[in-house]
Antibody
Framework: EVQLVESGGGLVQPGGSLRLSCAAS????????MHWVRQVPGKGLVWVSR????????TYADSVKGRFTISRDNSKNTLYLQMNSLRAEDTAVYYC???????????WGQGTLVTVSS | QSALTQPASVSGSPGQSITISCTGT?????????VSWYQQLPGKAPKLMIS???NRPSGVSNRFSGSKSGNTASLTISGLQAEDEADYYC???????????FGTGTKVTVL
């Protein structure tokens, strides 16, 4: 059974940093592109970042470019999102998602809430 | 990259069919057959319901179907059931610097 479990969310002050993790199991993690998607509570889904299976390609939404860094450790089956210079507008539930075979998001984690507030 | 446009809400009675539209541009919905649909139950993570415009993943009810015409994709739920009450989001690959875009989301209410 495919499982994605996020962790690392919490309350952080504006300008602070946080690192999210996503532990994957039930599939060959090193074969798949992985993504981060966020959702402000009560609002819609917004794509944040992706990383190729071998970590050779990373892409970011304009809103987080230069502040967030996606990475992965295929030996630990874990995806990461390093978030720096956090702003109030980064407050959201952050989901990790696996990219399926046809440019979709076929499995999602349960999400981890990040709150940026003083 | 602007979000794809969906109606804020759609409702129907049990057993009826409803259709949710998802309108983009030739740079996203109209340019690629990489449109997918997600169901999000309250407090839960999204679940893939349709991929590649009209393909149903294993385990998804055949009451859910997808289509596309020009820059607009559609999700149809037939034989509406109480358990279908949820938020639904479309998504498309795009040619912009942000390669993926989601729709604004549609709340489906079963009357």
């Amino acid at each position: 059974e495919v499982q994605l479990v996020e962790s690392g969310g919490g309350l952080v002050q504006p300008g602070g940093s946080l690192r999210l993790s996503c532990a994957a199991s039930g599939f060959t993690f090193s074969n798949y592109w992985m993504h981060w998607v966020r959702q402000v509570p009560g609002k819609g889904l917004v794509w944040v970042s992706r990383i190729r299976s071998d970590a050779s390609i990373t892409t970011y939404a304009d809103s987080v470019k230069g502040r967030f860094t996606i990475s992965r450790d295929n030996s630990k089956n874990t995806l990461y999102l390093q978030m720096n210079s956090l702003r109030a507008e980064d407050t959201a539930v952050y989901y990790c998602a696996r990219e399926g075979s046809v440019v979709d998001f076929d499995y999602w984690g349960q999400g981890t809430l990040v709150t940026v507030s003083s | 990259q602007s979000a794809l446009t969906q109606p804020a809400s759609v409702s129907g009675s049990p057993g009826q069919s409803i259709t949710i539209s998802c309108t983009g541009t030739s740079s996203d919905v109209g340019g690629y057959n990489y449109v997918s649909w997600y169901q999000q139950l309250p407090g839960k993570a999204p679940k893939l319901m349709i991929s590649e415009v009209s393909n149903r993943p294993s385990g998804v009810s055949n009451r859910f179907s997808g289509s596309k015409s020009g820059n607009t994709a559609s999700l149809t739920i037939s034989g509406l059931q109480a358990e279908d009450e949820a938020d639904y989001y479309c998504s498309s690959y795009t040619s912009s610097s942000t390669p993926y875009v989601f729709g604004t989301g549609t709340k489906v209410t079963v009357l």
